[in-house]
């Protein structure tokens, strides 16, 4: 078959633009310190943790988790306090972006650059909120950050969390792409599934904590995007569509 045109790179954001989930779990410590809560995530559970998508949604897994003969989050005061902590953990880390802690990973900016050279359009697709986008874009891209995306789909409208495929297919109808003629760039399992599940060949960035989920049905798994360019996109994606064999999924290759 032929192989469709790569016309647009549609990337995640937490974990894949930017490494910031080491700085999602000190803000979540803290605001469990600052209100009193006994509660404390470190690298091991936060990793297990982060298989439930949305920050929310992680702390009533958690809290679910603490309390096993509640089958529900319907209580008005479990609800308050959730929304509270969020809401400290939130400004604690929006407060750590400012000061610089978190710099897009290495290669990103370039390949933002290098696409808007050649004409490929760029999106995002994430379900976290749309104030840790904007703290992390602005701090990363300037006030303008927007101007790099064609379209910035985010948890304010994506209101099924990865791994459900809606964020992506929001992109889509958005950028008015088919899916084929499109890359995701992801760094966890449930990214890559919420992308495949919407069509898309997918080149995985992992993190530390996302390094050991599956990601055999990956376009490509690399440490980084430095050394990936659009023709290296180019080529995987060609190879995917026209049924040829990639080489290796090894990060090394």
Request: proline share 5%; hydrophobic share 45%.
């Amino acid at each position: 078959m032929t192989a469709p045109h790569l016309d647009a790179l549609i990337f995640d954001v937490d974990g894949t633009l930017a490494d910031t989930e080491e700085l999602h779990r000190e803000a979540f410590n803290h605001a469990f310190a600052a209100l009193g809560l006994d509660w404390h995530w470190d690298e091991p559970l936060y990793a297990r943790l982060l298989d439930v998508s949305g920050g929310r949604e992680r702390l009533q897994a958690f809290w679910l988790e603490q309390h096993p003969e509640v089958r529900s989050i319907d209580s008005l005061g479990v609800r308050d306090t959730i929304a509270r902590i969020h809401e400290f953990k939130t400004a604690v880390y929006e407060a750590g972006i400012a000061e610089g802690r978190v710099p897009l990973r290495p290669g990103v900016l370039e390949l933002l650059d290098e696409a808007a050279r050649e004409g490929v359009m760029v999106a995002i697709a994430t379900t976290t909120s749309p104030v840790n986008v904007a703290a992390l874009m602005r701090r990363a891209l300037g006030p303008a950050w927007r101007h790099h995306f064609a379209v910035v789909v985010d948890g304010s409208t994506a209101t099924l969390k990865k791994p459900h495929p809606y964020v992506y297919e929001q992109v889509l109808a958005r950028i008015g792409v088919d899916a084929a003629h499109c890359i995701a760039v992801e760094d966890s399992g449930n990214g890559l599934k919420a992308a495949t599940l919407a069509g898309l060949a997918t080149v995985i960035t992992p993190t530390r904590y996302t390094q050991d989920h599956d990601f055999s049905r990956a376009l490509r798994v690399v440490p980084d995007l430095a050394s990936v360019h659009l023709e290296a996109l180019r080529d995987w994606h060609h190879a995917h569509w026209s049924g040829e064999r990639l080489l290796s999924l090894d990060p090394g290759r």
